[in-house]
Every structure is written in C-alpha cells, then in structure tokens.
C-alpha cells in the first residue's frame, strides 16, 4: 500500500488478491492466492506477501517456462471490498478539569416529576446531564441521576465514577450520595446508590430549600470514554 502516510488514523482497506507467474511455453498461469479470504491493510500494516511460493531452481528451469530469455511475467489481480471494521479508542482521565458543576433550580415547589439541567462538558470527553425523579406520592422520594447527552457527537459509551450532592445554604451539612456505572447512550441514566426524601428536602428546620431555590452539585471524579471510528 503506497502513500499510507497520507491516511488517516482509523482508515484502513480489505483486498483479496491473487499473484500469477506466467508459463511463456504452455501460455498458462501458476496461480498464487491466500488461504485467507481477505486482508487488511492500514497504517501500522501496509505490505502482506509470500515465502517460498517456487524454488529458485524450478523458477530457473528452462522446461518449466518461467524464465525465458533471461524474463519472467507476474501479474496481480486485485479485489477491494466493502470496508464494515469499526475501530474503538478508549480514554481514561482522573480528576478531569471542570468536573463540578452546579445546577440551580428555582421555584423548586412548581416542577413536576422531572427536571433536566443544562448540558456540562467534562473535559471535552463528554457531556452529561444532571436530573431529579420524583418517587410516588407514598414514597415522596427524589432521585439525582446522570445521564448522557444526546447529541450525536457523543461517544458510544462511557464509564463515570461521581458525587451528587444538595447543597446545605447555611450550615454546609449537604446531602452526598456518590456512584459509579456505565452509560452506553443517551437513555442510559444512573442515579444516586439512595432516594431522599422529600418531606425532609421541604422541611423548613433544614437549609436545603431557600427561596424556594435548590441547588445541586455533581462531581466526576473519574471518566472512561469509548468512542468509535
């Protein structure tokens, strides 16, 4: 394969091939073909070939029809196929930059069962969203979870390790719940190990609910990202 430098990384181009040696006395072909169906060549893999497909005393034997005149004829045919192979990279960053990221919901008493917060970009690795689920009204329960974006520039899956927290106003005793999973698109969510409970978010002896604002953090401390090519 010539001007592999030129290709980019990820590119590649299966061929079958089959090499022939011509018998210039009976007009005829010894046929050399791979016993695999296909190769790939790609950057790291750009020449595939033969050992020993005739001796150098059968080639220079003059009956045989090879070598005439000091000459041998080769040809080459050559079938490029469909490309289908898919490549994966894998990205592994702890403690990436812009790992925090803080939600404010106002008017927390008027949502329903579900809020979604803005998109946040981890490093450029990958966008997650920050939601809330509220629970049954005999459970009164909320639930923090991520979730993938769902733009298409998103990688196939990912992998994040992390902190939700409702954040304590006055006296910095927040509520912390922590996780981990993978997420492989965008209906994927994970949410807090616990649900919390409602009554006590709304209760007014705690400071989580000021103004009627909530505020909540979610930290990654850990991101593992697979994305396809």
């Given at each position: 394969m010539v001007e592999r430098d030129d290709?980019p990384?990820g590119?590649d181009?299966?061929?079958?091939?089959?090499?022939f040696?011509?018998?210039?006395?009976?007009?005829?072909?010894?046929?050399?073909?791979?016993?695999?169906?296909?190769r790939r060549?790609h950057?790291m893999?750009s020449?595939?070939g033969?050992?020993?497909?005739?001796?150098?005393?059968?080639l220079?034997?003059?009956?045989?029809?090879y070598?005439?005149?000091d000459c041998?004829?080769?040809?080459v045919?050559?079938f490029v196929?469909n490309?289908?192979?898919?490549?994966?990279s894998?990205s592994f960053?702890?403690?990436?930059?812009?790992?925090?990221f803080?939600w404010k919901?106002?008017?927390?008493?008027?949502?329903n069962?579900?809020?979604?917060?803005?998109v946040?970009?981890?490093?450029?690795?990958?966008?997650?969203r920050l939601?809330?689920?509220?629970?049954?009204n005999?459970?009164?329960n909320l639930?923090?979870?991520l979730s993938?974006?769902?733009?298409?520039?998103?990688?196939?899956?990912?992998?994040?390790?992390?902190?939700l927290?409702?954040?304590?106003r006055?006296?910095?005793?927040?509520i912390?719940?922590?996780?981990?999973?993978?997420f492989?698109d965008?209906?994927d969510?994970?949410?807090?190990?616990e649900?919390?409970?409602?009554?006590g978010l709304k209760?007014?002896?705690?400071?989580?609910?000021?103004?009627?604002?909530?505020?909540?953090?979610?930290?990654?401390?850990?991101?593992c990202?697979?994305?396809?090519?």
């Amino acid at each position: 394969m010539v001007e592999r430098d030129d290709m980019p990384l990820g590119c590649d181009v299966n061929v079958k091939a089959s090499f022939f040696l011509y018998d210039q006395i009976r007009d005829r072909y010894l046929v050399i073909e791979d016993s695999l169906v296909e190769r790939r060549y790609h950057n790291m893999m750009s020449e595939w070939g033969f050992t020993d497909i005739i001796s150098h005393d059968d080639l220079k034997e003059i009956s045989n029809g090879y070598l005439v005149n000091d000459c041998i004829i080769l040809g080459v045919e050559v079938f490029v196929l469909n490309n289908t192979h898919k490549g994966e990279s894998l990205s592994f960053v702890k403690e990436p930059e812009n790992s925090l990221f803080t939600w404010k919901i106002d008017n927390f008493s008027l949502y329903n069962t579900e809020y979604v917060s803005d998109v946040f970009d981890v490093k450029g690795i990958t966008k997650l969203r920050l939601g809330s689920k509220e629970g049954s009204n005999k459970e009164e329960n909320l639930f923090l979870y991520l979730s993938l974006d769902d733009s298409k520039t998103n990688p196939q899956s990912a992998y994040a390790e992390f902190t939700l927290r409702i954040m304590d106003r006055i006296k910095d005793s927040h509520i912390e719940k922590k996780g981990d999973g993978w997420f492989e698109d965008a209906s994927d969510w994970m949410k807090s190990p616990e649900s919390l409970s409602l009554s006590g978010l709304k209760n007014r002896s705690n400071d989580y609910l000021v103004d009627n604002k909530l505020i909540i953090q979610a930290k990654i401390s850990c991101m593992c990202v697979v994305k396809t090519f």
